[in-house]
């Protein structure tokens, strides 16, 4: 997001989060068309926790006389990553494929909701903007 500030923070939450809940898809997905590969691990993005912290972080001053004094970015949510955690099967039975479909495809779906309701969001927030630029025509 630029610098202009005409997004807040908000804006820029939702975005990285539109990023991580894509990349979490991704990882999803990849698990259900690994539900029948022989000792398949699933894996996890994680990054709920991140995301709340970088929520913490208060922002850089806007009033700071060298650009050097203080952090620049909205409280560190440019810099959340997710991590991929790989989880092995827990049954040493049959080809140790640790995929449960059921699970995956739950997590999928609420994903998904997850991810329609902040395009949501930020649908709403830059329709106030939209309506506010058009001096609220």
Do not use: W
Request: hydrophobic share 40%; proline share 4%.
């Amino acid at each position: 997001m630029s610098n202009l500030g005409i997004f807040d923070r908000t804006v820029s939450l939702l975005e990285k989060t539109l990023d991580l809940r894509q990349q979490k898809q991704d990882v999803l997905a990849s698990n259900i068309a690994n539900a029948d590969t022989p000792g398949f691990a699933p894996a996890r993005l994680e990054f709920e926790e991140r995301l709340r912290q970088a929520l913490k972080t208060p922002l850089a001053s806007q009033a700071a006389t060298h650009a050097e004094f203080f952090p620049i970015g909205n409280g560190g949510l440019e810099a959340v990553q997710g991590k991929v955690v790989r989880m092995p099967a827990q049954s040493a039975i049959g080809d140790r494929n640790g995929v449960d479909l059921e699970q995956e495809m739950t997590e999928l779906a609420e994903n998904q909701i997850l991810y329609e309701t902040a395009t949501q969001l930020i649908s709403k927030k830059l329709g106030l903007l939209k309506y506010v630029a058009q001096d609220g025509r």
